[in-house]
């Protein structure tokens, strides 16, 4: 056998050391950690199983239990149902779309869940014209902000494998009178089954792990209203009952492996499935003004909660708390954004740095390695597999461990902490996405540059990078949201905000993610700051959304991310 | 600078190539030729370095270069599909390989100007890929190919992207640069006829293994089996004993050795088909038992369909075979 090339080895290990680094020992150590139980002082001992044998006990276990369960079943359920129509009238209307219908899926999760509930704020929120109850306090919000938020990527996902519908067997289908519902039963649907079982699965499992609306909503529900299981073993390891939360996390790991499993299978598969179509199903195109009137519903749905979140901010502090609520600002202030801005800035400064900062790690650990995994098979199908499976599984599972990784090395509540932990959210989502694009990359190309003298190392700066700056800018508009957005890795590693007073000390390292939070508690509540904050926190990720746009659709439309 | 292959193995799958020992003639044009899955490309790119053998060792003027990686080999590839950078001009696309071996910028310019003037591309250099034509693109790929001064050049399918039309001026023009630069040339490809063309000596492949190798002459008269006989060539085949010759189960020969009288003749029968090729005709007549005997006629000679028809061969344009093999007669 030739020798591995020291060139992909190089291109390749970092961002493969980092991750098993960084989620095979947490996951190691996560599961001996359960064994164990934190007296008084903080020290453990051994227990064996009774943090398991616990399970049975905890008062709370059963309807946090039934919370998660309905959680991970009604989003999906929802996402899909909701996704099919609109993908259809995606498909006839135009692609052009995709973008508006993709705004929510890149408002930041907490930004979203904050919209949300100042919207269904029975006194204040636009609720007060719809509804007499309080919104606040159902589980279904949670649902509801988890379908707002998800809905784009599962009709994204579904459209992309409408759109990949060879032409031919649309012809065939046209040629033979086959339309409208009845080729939607006939054609459609059954030849995009891999792609609905794909999102099915993916929405499960975002619905499982659902976190920030609960971290959000609870203080407005009241405490374990909302708890799911990962909510609840957050909540479990923050006030320190770390073998408890660890047991659930592994409780947790299993879950998410399984699905994962599920997903990866769901991804491999290439089933169509044979559907009932009745003769009475009309055979016919729905003229487009139908499909321009879904169109416009689902906007509504969309983007009401973001001109809510824009108005509210807007309007003077008076003008908030009256009731009933304004649906226009009568006069525009900017008191909001002042007074978010005088207690926020650091929790912004820490929020773009460490951003920043991660999406540049990322991409220099992503793009050799899905370059190397693409174009080289480095690490084969295992590897690809393994990324998957990270991608299904969520980063809150390896808290734990971590927490105690970055105490050892002083590193908790700095932006080292952030920085150090970051790409395990973003790495494997990136190496995704680009491990898809170089599979399309024209292995001649990189074959004639080796003939060219160059070795891979040379190929990939010199001739991969700059002939994949569009893949590469979409994995760095996702590297960024994702940072941008994160709310699990701040929450367990920091505890205040950046010290703007000492700078370089990079110490303080909470991000704006909590200052929403904080804001939105019953201590601090207030809802123009919790407006205005909703309001920055979008604007990055939307530029980005619109600069970034037709690489997006290049890549949205081929597959799917 | 003789390149010789020894013991070389390949597996992908069921299919294996196994070549013991070739050595491919020095300063001359090679052509590897085989039907597709017959390990022609893999050959290609096992040289070039693309593909590492399971076993077996690459011999480049005395030197072991089977470990090196195909950066370090000194050889020149051309791509099926030209694989030209899209993103840098023609003359950059020709300047990358001298630019990795940091040459100063005056001596690249001078063996640019050069090569291009060579391909007749000087024209083209400012342009990029997608502002040429197939066969100027590939142009800029050979001498993006030749501009290091290779020690060997890979032509993998130069012809198969080009029109029908000036795929014979290109490849008349590839062996004149071959003549003119007197350097080692391999060049793959399925189409027999094209090999036949520019070769000095042909390796042709099937199922993995060297079937014979030779000038094209050599393959075209004295094929070595069935197979060869078959691919190269037009050809007819009997059963020996339809023509009553002994000593062997077939007997093969070509359409234009054989001669069609309207009476007499070793075999007799219908004539099937004719068909009108410009130059020449073929006619095929119908023998015994439904069996075709192709012959290359005048396109004076007026043959019908149905008419009755007798053929003549020379005893010594017979090619016999036994057990698939060539035997003397």
């Known amino acids: 056998m030739r020798k591995i090339n020291k060139y992909i080895f190089l291109l390749s290990i970092p961002a493969v050391a980092y991750l098993f680094a960084f989620t095979i020992y947490p996951i190691i150590s996560n599961f001996i950690l359960s064994l164990y139980t934190q007296d008084v002082l903080g020290k453990l001992h051994y227990s064996g199983l009774s943090n398991y044998l616990w399970f049975q006990k905890d008062p709370y276990l059963l309807r946090i239990t039934s919370n998660t369960l309905l959680y991970m079943i009604t989003t999906p359920v929802f996402d899909i149902i909701l996704a099919i129509p609109l993908a259809v009238s995606l498909k006839r209307i135009g692609s052009k779309w995709l973008f508006l219908i993709m705004l929510p899926a890149f408002i930041p999760p907490v930004t979203a869940a904050s919209m949300w509930y100042l919207m269904i704020n029975p006194f204040f929120g636009l609720a007060y014209y719809i509804t007499k109850y309080n919104l606040a306090s159902s589980i279904w919000t949670v649902v509801l902000v988890n379908v707002w938020r998800s809905l784009p990527m599962a009709t994204l996902i579904i459209y992309s494998g409408m759109a990949s519908i060879p032409k031919e067997i649309e012809a065939a289908a046209s040629v033979d009178g086959i339309r409208g519902a009845k080729k939607l039963l006939m054609i459609d649907l059954p030849l995009i089954v891999p792609q609905i079982l794909a999102a099915f699965v993916l929405m499960t499992i975002t619905g499982l792990f659902t976190f920030d609306p609960i971290y959000i909503g609870t203080s407005q529900a009241g405490p374990r209203i909302l708890d799911n299981l990962a909510y609840y073993a957050f909540d479990q390891f923050y006030s320190g009952v770390p073998g408890y939360a660890a ?78 609520p304004t649906l226009i600002p009568k006069s525009i202030s900017s008191a909001n954004y002042e007074f978010m801005l005088s207690g926020g800035l650091p929790y912004l400064v820490t929020s773009l740095g460490v951003a920043t900062i991660n999406t540049v790690t990322t991409l220099v650990l992503s793009a050799p390695l899905a370059y190397t995994m693409a174009l080289h098979r480095t690490g084969g199908r295992k590897l690809l597999v393994y990324i998957l499976y990270l991608n299904a599984t969520p980063t809150l599972i390896y808290i734990i461990p971590l927490f105690a990784i970055l105490k050892y090395m002083g590193l908790i509540n700095t932006w080292g902490a952030l920085i150090l932990t970051y790409p395990i959210m973003t790495v494997p989502i990136t190496v995704w996405i ?50 941008w957005g994160a709310l699990v890795f701040p929450l367990a590693f920091t505890y205040s905000p950046y010290d703007l007073s000492h700078p370089l000390s990079f110490s303080g390292a909470q991000t704006f993610s909590i200052f929403i939070g904080l804001l939105m508690s019953p201590v601090s509540m207030s809802y123009g700051g919790v407006a205005a904050a909703g309001v920055i926190s979008s604007i990055p990720p939307l530029i980005l959304l619109y600069f970034g746009r037709n690489n997006l659709q290049k890549i949205w439309g081929s597959g799917g991310v | 600078m003789p390149l010789t292959l020894k013991g070389i193995r390949k597996k992908f799958g069921k299919f294996e190539l196994s070549i013991e020992e070739y050595t491919f003639l020095d300063k001359s044009y090679n052509v590897v030729l085989g039907p597709s899955g017959s390990g022609k490309t893999t050959t290609l790119r096992i040289i070039s370095g693309l593909e590492y053998p399971d076993s077996g060792r690459i011999i480049l003027d005395d030197e072991d270069i089977t470990d090196l990686p195909p950066y370090k080999r000194n050889i020149g590839l051309v791509f099926q599909n030209y694989a030209l950078y899209p993103h840098l001009t023609a003359y950059d696309n020709i300047a990358v390989p001298l630019k990795i071996k940091k040459m100063s910028r005056e001596e690249i310019d001078k063996r640019i100007r050069r090569v291009a003037q060579i391909l007749g591309i ?13 066969g100027q693109q590939q142009r800029v790929a050979i001498a993006r190919a030749l501009v290091k001064e290779p ?6 399918e130069p012809l198969s992207n080009l029109d029908a039309k000036i795929r014979i001026e290109v490849r008349g023009f590839l062996k004149d640069l071959q003549r003119e630069l007197e350097m080692t040339v391999i060049h793959v490809t399925h189409d027999q006829e094209e090999a036949m063309a520019v070769a000095d000596n042909i390796m042709l492949l099937n199922n993995g293994r060297i079937v014979q190798s030779g000038k094209p002459t050599e393959i075209y008269r004295k094929p070595k089996d069935i197979f060869v006989f078959g691919f190269i060539g037009h050809s007819n085949m009997l059963p020996a004993e339809l023509l009553g010759v002994e000593g062997a189960e077939l007997v093969g020969f070509r359409p234009e050795d054989a001669r069609l009288v309207r009476s007499g003749g070793v075999l007799s029968g219908k004539v099937k088909r004719v068909q009108y090729l410009g130059a020449y005709k073929l006619v095929d007549v119908e023998v015994t038992n439904g069996k075709i005997v192709q012959v290359r006629v005048t396109p004076n000679e007026d043959w019908k369909e149905g008419e009755p028809a007798g053929i003549e061969i020379p005893r010594s344009s017979l090619i016999l075979f036994k057990d698939g093999v060539s035997v003397q007669a």
């Open chain 1, 247 to 324: 047991a659930i996390i592994v409780l947790m790991s299993v879950l998410s492996t399984a699905l994962s499993v599920v997903y990866i299978r769901s991804l491999g598969t290439r089933k169509s499935l044979k559907l009932p179509a009745p003769s009475f199903m009309p055979s016919s195109d729905l003229p487009l003004w139908v499909h321009k009137v879904v169109m416009a519903i689902y906007l509504v749905f969309f983007i009401v909660p973001m001109y809510w979140v824009i108005a509210v901010s807007l309007k003077t502090p008076i003008e908030l708390i009256s009731i009933p």
């Open chain 1, 434 to 483: 680009l491990y898809n694009y170089y599979m399309k990359f024209p292995k001649q190309l990189e074959e004639a540059s080796q003939m060219d003298g160059m070795n891979p190392l040379r190929t990939f700066i010199r001739t991969v990078i700059p002939l994949s700056r569009s893949g590469i800018s979409v994995a760095a508009i996702y590297a960024f949201l994702y940072s």
């Open chain 2, 151 to 156: 020690k060997i050049l890979l032509l993998d």
């Open chain 2, 122 to 134: 000087s024209s083209e250099l400012e342009k990029y890929p997608s502002q040429l034509s197939g």
